[in-house]
């Protein structure tokens, strides 16, 4: 099992940015593939970004294309989220999740979130 931790989330003014730290402990793997969901309130949690093993293959929603970046350094076993022009519709709780399987986030291992506040 793999645990995570996630860091650097706060309140930020629209247009700010935040860079978001997944920490990943326990049975690290390189190999795994890395993402990040969000869940703001009422709303059920949607995928936003993730990154495969090298780090060579990323994809995101479309929400974000554009505006946040995904990142991993192996030799850290860790997972970064940089989120730039953060607009009021971003908040929500970001969660780091790490899929052994390559096809089902649900079958891996997932943080506990870290609060991102944008305000108008």
């Known amino acids: 099992q793999v645990h995570l931790v996630e860091s650097g989330g706060g309140l930020v003014q629209a247009g700010g940015s935040l860079r978001l730290s997944c920490a990943a402990s326990?049975?690290?793997?390189?190999?795994?593939?890395m993402g990040w969901f969000r869940q703001a309130p009422g709303k059920e949690r949607e995928f936003v970004a993730a990154i495969n093993w090298s780090g060579g293959y990323t994809y995101y929603a479309d929400s974000v294309k554009g505006r946040f970046t995904i990142a991993r350094d192996n030799t850290k076993n860790t997972a970064y989220l940089q989120m730039n022009a953060l607009k009021p519709e971003d908040t929500a709780v970001y969660y780091c999740a790490a899929d052994p399987t390559g096809s089902d986030w649900l079958r891996g291992s997932w943080g506990q979130g870290t609060q991102v506040t944008v305000s108008s």
């Open positions: 326990g049975r690290t793997s390189s190999t795994y593939r």
